[in-house]
């Protein structure tokens, strides 16, 4: 049956994926990543040998069109992202709008999103949450985080390893030193790693140990 299919991939760990993904990855006419040399890794780990297509955030505006058009032609296709849930924080919005708009079918999988494990394990409270995602890289962080600090519910962002350090110095600056984080770190990887306390005792922690990998930030909402 011709249809979109979103299907999430482990964030690190290869065994996390789903019986379900496999067989989709597997069934499908075409599958969309948004780099092909990391996604035939897993593909190769797994035996999937079904053709695979560059779909990223500098192309999907040109590409859209085609690949729906595909799908109405009776294909079926499914995008996957470099590691989680495509959508979030990655490339997938635009290519669900076309079909929606287009009439075609569209199942997403259940599956690997990186900031529910590190929510979970902060400690804070998960039944009210915002997610922010990633933070403007240069203009538009300070102001996002203004909006941000008198928010009562858990506040999640990601993270790149560069900018990490930079964020905790903003936090202290206008959150203040005693709000609660917690940064989680190359999750299901080899060297997972969740640092909880204050914001500047996790300045402390991260400036004697230079972060690496990929971060998700849970931030204590504003007591009341």
Same mark, same amino acid.
């Given at each position: ?7 999430p991939?482990?964030? #690190? ?5 789903? $019986? ?21 890794? $897993?593909? +190769? ?21 085609h ?11 499914? $995008? ?16 669900v ?5 287009? #009439? ?11 900031f ?15 997610f ?16 941000l ?16 350090i930079k964020?905790?110095?903003? $936090? ?25 306390g ?7 922690h991260?400036k004697?140990?230079p972060?690496? #990998? ?7 909402? +504003?007591?009341?």
């Amino acid at each position: 049956m011709s249809k979109l299919y979103i299907v999430p991939t482990p964030i #690190g760990n290869l065994a996390d994926i789903t $019986l379900r993904a496999l067989e989709t990855l597997k069934s499908v006419n075409l599958i969309l990543a948004e780099d092909t040399r990391t996604s035939s890794k $897993l593909l +190769k780990h797994y035996g999937i040998s079904t053709p695979l297509k560059s779909h990223h955030k500098f192309n999907e505006h040109q590409t859209v069109e085609h690949i729906a058009n595909r799908i109405e032609a009776g294909e079926s296709v499914a $995008l996957i992202s470099d590691a989680g849930t495509p959508g979030i924080s990655d490339p997938g919005f635009l290519l669900v709008r076309t079909c929606h708009e287009k #009439g075609i079918d569209i199942e997403c999988l259940p599956g690997a999103t990186a900031f529910i494990p590190a929510l979970i394990q902060s400690g804070f409270p998960c039944d009210r949450f915002i997610f922010e995602g990633f933070l403007p890289q240069k203009k538009g962080r300070n102001k996002r985080l203004e909006a941000l600090k008198d928010e009562e519910r858990t506040i999640i962002l990601y993270e790149s390893p560069f900018r990490i350090i930079k964020l905790l110095e903003q $936090l202290q600056s206008i959150f203040g030193n005693e709000r609660m984080v917690s940064i989680s770190r190359e999750l299901t990887k080899l060297h997972e790693e969740t640092i909880r306390g204050t914001v500047a005792q996790v300045f402390e922690h991260f400036k004697a140990k230079p972060p690496k #990998g990929e971060f998700v930030v849970i931030i204590e909402g +504003k007591g009341k």
